[in-house]
């Protein structure tokens, strides 16, 4: 078993213990995935893009921003439990489409690419 | 190589095939991960919880959903690997803080549990 | 003058005390503006829809939801103050776009119309 | 009437003419908020603070801009009207209360000022 699935076992685990499973429907877990998402934000919304790099390796920010990572990951992996999807077959699906759809030899070093949809 | 790694190395090949490096800097990364966010949110604005696990089976609107889960997965592991993060370690660590935070017999059913943070 | 221009001559003035205009470009405050947005959501995650009005109306709560739409309400005429836009005018216009995209014969009661845009 | 108050009421009645009352609950109305908040934040995610104010001027993307402003806005005041909220009155009492959070001496020019809450 390697680690994602140790991980999502502790997670399944996790839940059941505590009887949460009522409240995990797709709609709550977007919302918990999205509001954390927001608080990762947070962190760098007074930060400029030129300092995002050096403000990322500050420990106490660091410490807040590696613990935001971590709950928006875990709902995201709590979305895929509930409704039957594999995370990285997921992931690995649309960096198929990705590929097909931004062609790297037309949107090459253009940050006015089309929208990443 | 397990199926992460081998994700995380096909996403890395994908930005530096399109020189995305230079636009890819962690402040970028959070509002490239919560706008995904807001798309996946955007498919159950409208379903009542009692059927959002019913909508997530409905095949037009699985294939959406999918395809915003993947997004948004890819931009977390974008920034975990533009700051240095294991992806699996930081959940880990996460889902043991909250852990202690949220003993299960306190919080055993309540969803007024204390926010998760 | 009415109360949202007086609302507006007082948030200039609370800017220009701290100094803070430097961190208030565009981008910044849609930071601002998605992360606040952020913790509204998180007021409703784990309510239910056929509960979401009573909750509205617990008094702790309650309060918690009001501060939060303050900064999304504040994050959104800070953005508004910022590029010239008139708040109120941009509403009307965008809300006379959804007249027309929306035609109500079409889409009366209907909760799977078109995605608002 | 002012202008704002004639904006809420031709929002009740486009309300009211397709019947979608049932759909703006809260909770749905916050994931309304916070999906557009996020369209807002697509159009600056890969541009640099030092270009924000100039993009915010281009005029494709500005037209774009001022849209989902106005979508943002709108679902906002929705809120306010389903919860019995005065949206500008809401605005101006959590201004009061960051003058009194964020003391002027004590922030002026840091952009490390305690989070806006």
Avoid at 31 to 38: F, P, T, V
Avoid at 43 to 57: G, I, L
Avoid at 78 to 104: F, Q, S, W
């Amino acid at each position: 078993m390697d680690e994602l699935q140790q991980l999502l076992a502790r997670l399944r685990q996790f839940v059941a213990e505590r009887d949460w499973q009522q409240f995990h429907d797709p709609k709550n877990l977007t919302m918990l995935l999205a509001s954390e998402a927001g608080e990762l934000l947070a962190e760098y919304r007074w930060v400029r893009n030129d300092q995002a790099d050096a403000a990322s390796r500050e420990e106490a920010r660091r410490a807040r921003i590696l613990s935001e990572i971590g709950d928006v990951g875990i709902a995201l992996l709590l979305l895929c439990e509930r409704i039957g999807a594999d995370p990285v077959a997921t992931m690995h699906a649309k960096l198929e489409v990705n590929r097909t759809r931004y062609p790297a030899e037309m949107v090459r070093g253009k940050s006015e690419r089309p929208v990443l949809k």
